[in-house]
């Protein structure tokens, strides 16, 4: 997993690199105005804001102890880093698309030409590569189930072969373990895999955009789980 070369510590510079964000650029005077400023995540981070797309445990796990000392404990690494100013490893690289895409890139790298980074993308050039390369793959993967014709109808279509049931079991109403299960499949395979947004199909299915993100989660698992496949 990708992630997981870089998470831990590099993961931890990244976030409070990206918080700091406001402070360095003057538009809050101080860590106590920073922790109420609602355009940044730090503030949902500290109760201050809220965010239902913003996952604070996932960045909560970096830190050890009770939720109460995770809090604390983010909050002196955050306050840490300010004296740490501009940082040149994590802002360095040029704007990617520039000079053609992940192709060319890796035509450079052939030659020996090494582009530093991506000014999107806050890393070193070996973590930009990946996180490009991996983007790329996701969009042909979108763009190659387009071309086949799938879409939101043809997905629920193969959510309900794959999970034995009839069509409109899976867009049911109701809390039925089956349904629950085939919802969860249909939102991470209209999400993630067809490049649909949460308020697509939020519309699409009539419930609330959080229970959309919740849904495709475990939609995830259950893919992985029981090796099903969008395209049959």
């Known amino acids: 997993m990708l992630l997981s070369k ?19 650029a003057g538009l809050v005077e101080d860590m106590k105005s920073l922790d109420k400023y609602k355009w940044c995540g730090h503030s949902v981070l500290m109760n201050k804001a809220s965010e239902e797309w913003q996952n604070i445990d996932y960045v909560y796990k970096l830190f050890s ?4 000392l995770t809090k604390k404990g983010y909050r002196a690494f955050i306050e840490k880093g300010i004296s740490a100013g501009k940082r040149q490893d994590l802002t360095d690289g040029g704007l990617l698309r520039s000079i053609g895409g992940w192709s060319v890139l890796k035509d450079f ?10 000014e999107r993308i806050l890393g070193d050039s070996d973590f930009v590569e990946n996180v490009l390369k991996a983007a790329e793959e996701e969009f042909e993967q979108k763009y190659e189930l387009r071309a086949k014709g799938y879409d939101f109808n043809r997905v629920i279509q193969r959510v309900a072969e794959v999970m034995g049931m009839e069509i409109e079991q899976v867009t049911a109403f109701g809390k039925s373990p089956p349904t629950v299960k085939a919802r969860s499949l249909l939102c991470f395979w209209a999400h993630r895999k067809l490049g649909m947004t949460t308020i697509e199909i939020r519309k699409k299915l009539d419930i609330c955009q959080s229970a959309v993100s919740r849904s495709s989660i475990r939609g995830e698992k259950i893919e992985r789980e029981n090796r099903f496949e969008l395209i049959g």
């Open 109 to 118: 790298r052939k030659a020996g030409i090494r582009v530093k980074g991506d």
């Open 6 to 24: 870089f998470s831990g510590y590099y993961l931890k510079e990244l976030v409070r690199y990206i918080h700091l964000n406001p402070l360095r």
């Open 65 to 68: 102890g009770k939720k109460r």
